[in-house]
Nanobody, 123 residues
């Protein structure tokens, strides 16, 4: 059974940082890619970053350029998204999702999703 579980969200002050985790089970990260997406209130879901066994790390969100890093811990079956210098406009629900092999920035290409973790950037 394919499962993804995000954690690490919360209330963060502007300028702060956080690390989101996507713990996976039921499939192998050796053959599946993990994408991170976010959805702000009233906006469409946006691709943030992705880690795939074929391409490694890929970054999509121009608004996060230079401020986010994706990494993987094979022993824990977990993919991380680290975001620094957080801004109020980073406020969103962050999701991880999986698809076979390669990455895509289109959320419609992902079949399995976690429940999301909410990030609020506010003073």
């Amino acid at each position: 059974q394919v499962q993804l579980e995000e954690s690490g969200g919360g209330l963060v002050q502007p300028g702060g940082s956080l690390r989101l985790s996507c713990r996976t089970s039921g499939f192998s990260l050796d053959v599946y890619a993990i994408g991170w997406f976010r959805q702000a209130p009233g906006k469409e879901r946006e691709g943030v970053s992705c880690f795939s066994p074929t391409d490694g790390s890929t970054y999509y969100a121009d608004s996060l350029k230079g401020r986010h890093t994706i990494s993987k811990n094979d022993a824990k079956n977990t993919v991380y998204l680290h975001i620094s210098s957080l801004k109020p406009e980073d406020t969103a629900v962050y999701y991880c999702a999986t698809r076979s092999w390669d990455c895509s920035r289109d959320y419609n290409d992902y079949r399995f999703w976690g429940q999301g973790t909410r990030v609020t950037v506010s003073s």
